[in-house]
């Protein structure tokens, strides 16, 4: 009478070992060892749990971002999908990690980015409100979207709320604020009107900048300076 052998599961602490050895791959650029742990450890799952779960989802992720590293763009963007599907089976389109997972997928869709980051925003006031510190990082890449795209008045409309909720804030790195002034200053040159973007951009020189940037940004402040 022949016998089968039970599936072996991965459990939550070789489950954080796992991850922790993609990322080590990934930062010493064994970008080929990275995906291979990531595929096997798929399968394993998929084997244990079929599909749609979250551990699948947090590997699909890490294997975009191996790809993303080897400029396979396309299939880091797959990934990403597959990983965003599985996120609003399991938890409903109103969940962090879809929050995240859209705006992963944002930074490599560009022609998508902007409608990307605006549902990430409009999912995240949901779940936090409208005075939060991630409303900020959204914004700021809604405002970024829309000056790569030339159009500068939304991009200084994105940047005015951004700037309204960190005067509202106590606990927002002074650089952060110092580098959206800057951000909006350069916007309203563009859109010629250099009195108050030169007041802005002396507003921003005066603020001095910090030594180190807030550990709750997802992504850092980009500067057009």
């Known amino acids: 009478m022949s016998s089968t052998t039970p599936i072996q599961k ?20 064994r970008y080929l060892v990275a995906a291979k742990i990531c595929k096997n450890t798929i399968d394993e799952l998929e084997r244990e749990r079929g599909h749609n779960d979250p551990k699948v989802a947090r590997m699909l992720h890490l294997l975009a971002n191996v790809y993303r590293h080897q400029n396979r763009f396309k299939c ?6 597959d990983s965003l599907q599985i996120l ?11 929050i995240v ?6 930074e490599l869709k560009s022609t998508e980015a902007k409608f990307l980051w605006s549902r ?3 999912l995240d006031r949901k779940i936090s409100g409208e005075v939060d510190f991630n409303s900020v990082n959204h914004l700021d890449n809604l405002a970024y979207s829309a000056w790569r795209a030339g159009e500068y008045e939304e991009a200084a409309s994105h940047y005015e709320k ?8 106590s606990d927002i ?12 200053a350069s916007c309203y040159f563009q859109l010629g009107k250099p009195k108050h973007a030169s007041r802005l951009y002396q507003q921003s020189q005066c603020q001095g900048s910090s030594d180190e940037m807030m550990t709750r940004r ?5 500067s057009y300076q």
Request: aromatic share 2%; hydrophobic share 40%.
């Open 10 to 29: 991965i459990t939550l602490q070789e489950f954080r070992v796992i991850e922790e050895l993609v990322v080590e791959n990934i930062n010493n650029r």
């Open 76 to 81: 880091a963007a797959s990934a990403l999908e």
């Open 88 to 98: 609003e089976k399991v938890f409903g389109k109103c969940h962090s990690s879809v």
């Open 101 to 106: 997972t859209l705006n992963s997928l944002a």
């Open 120 to 122: 990430a925003l409009q």
């Open 162 to 169: 951004a700037l309204s909720i960190c005067d509202g804030a």
């Open 173 to 184: 790195n002074p650089e952060i604020i110092r580098k959206m002034k800057r951000n909006l």
């Open 218 to 222: 997802r992504s850092p402040m980009r």
